[in-house]
């Protein structure tokens, strides 16, 4: 007797946890569904669905180089290329954005940096009824590359100067901070990450 009165509810149990499960799976699918109806106009939104953190997937790629255009005038260029959905606030946006992109390159009397930033494929300007932004902005959703010349005011010393790439990335809303290094030695001129 003892074993039918284990035996039944050990099956009654077992059918109670499929129908959870089912009703579970069921939930997650709606949920789903209603997600691909929404029309949402905002990149946080559309995107954070796409992108996985768990997967701990690097939501983007970035590389640096420099080169020559003419005699004393060179060229930085930054690629960045974005995985898993992520995007950013490009240098163009007008908006007073903190996380815009930006290069900075610390004080020194060895290169002259010229105003502004070429980016490649030009952003375009959206309006984001997002809270955090409700207003028009440029999201760089894209691979982009990036280019900020200078010249060098003293070209036959050997010199380091340091600098920064600063952004916030989305949806992960983190600041990157990539700090690197221009270096000039015996007429050659190489860029590399700080600390590599």
């Not at 420099?66 to 007008?94: M, W, Y």
């Not at 984001?128 to 691979?143: A, C, L, M």
């Not at 010249?151 to 600063?166: D, H, L, R, W």
Request: net charge positive.
């Amino acid at each position: 007797m003892v074993k039918y009165i284990i035996l039944s509810f050990t099956l009654l149990f077992t059918i109670s946890c499929k129908k959870g499960n089912n009703a579970e799976k069921k939930e997650e699918k709606t949920v789903a569904e209603n997600v691909k109806k929404d029309n949402y106009t905002s990149p946080y939104y559309n995107n954070s669905f796409v992108y996985d953190v768990s997967k701990n997937i690097n939501p983007y790629e970035l590389t640096m180089k420099t080169f020559q255009i003419d005699k004393n005038k060179h060229s930085f260029e930054i690629d960045i290329k974005l995985n898993q959905g992520a995007f950013f606030v490009s240098p163009k946006s007008k908006g007073d954005f903190k996380g815009k992109f930006r290069v900075e390159i610390s004080d020194n009397k060895h290169i002259a940096i010229e105003k502004g930033i070429i980016e490649n494929p030009l952003s375009k300007e959206v309006f984001d009824s997002h809270p955090y932004v409700n207003g028009y902005v440029n999201w760089v959703k894209e691979n982009t590359t990036y280019r900020k010349n200078y010249k060098i005011k003293t070209p036959k010393e050997n010199f380091t100067v340091t600098g920064v790439i600063k952004f916030v990335i989305e949806p992960r809303c983190t600041l990157e901070e990539i700090p690197f290094i221009i270096v000039h030695e015996h007429g050659e001129l190489r860029v590399r990450r700080d600390g590599c």
